[in-house]
């Protein structure tokens, strides 16, 4: 099945520096895909859509200088969370599909566990 | 605005009975659905999915069941197993990319 590699799967960092997250799709070629964050007992919050060699789409109220997007090749996107806060706090995930078009799952990495100190 | 929902936020069952989580959703173009599992602290798993013009899929323990008239589906494990425990999401999509999710049911199989 298609597998989504998620790195680092904890991180702690101190207020004011950045922490960048790794995305891969293993077996197939992404050239889409999400970013999520879950709050505790909340549900997935999509936060952007990252597209190879373009500009990645953010949904509303994500600040796009705070969460930079890189979607550099078909197997591999980062988040970059910069100037990190105590209120990013947060687990943060990827998906992608294996294949595009119609009715395929999104397959998702492991996540990522954000503390800011 | 919660464009799927999973009014209950827990569920326990006994080992060997049947587990059934429910989902409503109030977008009708949405016309993809999923369910997938997740374990605390790792990402979603996804376990199976139906499309519109279906209304029950099943693979192995696990059938989904989709009623469009009333913007429901359902999700049937049969029988139940402690392995089972864990949060089960349900997921709609359209012709877009875009997923929407459920605020997530907790199961608990109890031995």
């Known amino acids: 099945g298609a597998v989504v590699s998620q790195h680092p799967s904890r991180v702690i960092c101190k207020s004011g520096t950045s922490v960048k997250i790794e995305c891969r799709s293993l077996?197939?070629?992404?050239?889409?895909m999400f970013w999520y964050r879950q709050f505790p007992k909340k549900s997935l919050m999509l936060m952007a859509t990252?597209?190879?060699?373009?500009?990645?789409?953010?949904e509303q109220g994500v600040e796009k200088d705070k969460f930079l997007i890189n979607h550099a090749s078909l197997t591999l996107s980062t988040l970059t969370v910069t100037s990190a806060h105590p209120e990013d706090s947060s687990f943060y995930i990827c998906?992608?599909?294996?294949?595009?078009?119609?009715?395929?799952?999104?397959?998702f990495g492991n996540g990522t566990r954000l503390t800011v100190t | 605005d919660q464009q799927v929902k999973q009014n209950s936020p827990s569920l326990s069952v006994q080992e060997g009975r049947i587990s059934i989580l429910n989902c409503d959703y109030t977008n009708s173009m949405f016309d993809y659905f999923l369910w997938y599992k997740k374990y605390p602290a790792e990402g979603p798993t996804f376990l199976i999915s139906?499309?519109?013009?279906?209304d029950k899929n099943e693979d192995g323990r696990f059938t989904v069941f989709l009623n469009k008239s009333a913007k429901h589906l359902s999700l049937h494990i049969v029988p139940s197993q402690p392995g089972d425990s864990a949060v089960y999401f349900c997921?709609?999509?359209?012709?877009?990319?875009?997923?929407?999710f459920g605020t997530g049911t907790s199961l608990t199989v109890i031995p």
């Open positions: 077996d197939f070629q992404a050239t889409t």
């Open positions: 997921a709609a999509a359209n012709t877009g990319n875009q997923f929407y």
């Open positions: 139906i499309s519109s013009i279906k």
């Open positions: 998906s992608a599909r294996d294949r595009t078009g119609y009715n395929s799952p999104l397959h």
């Open positions: 990252s597209n190879e060699g373009s500009k990645a789409t953010y």
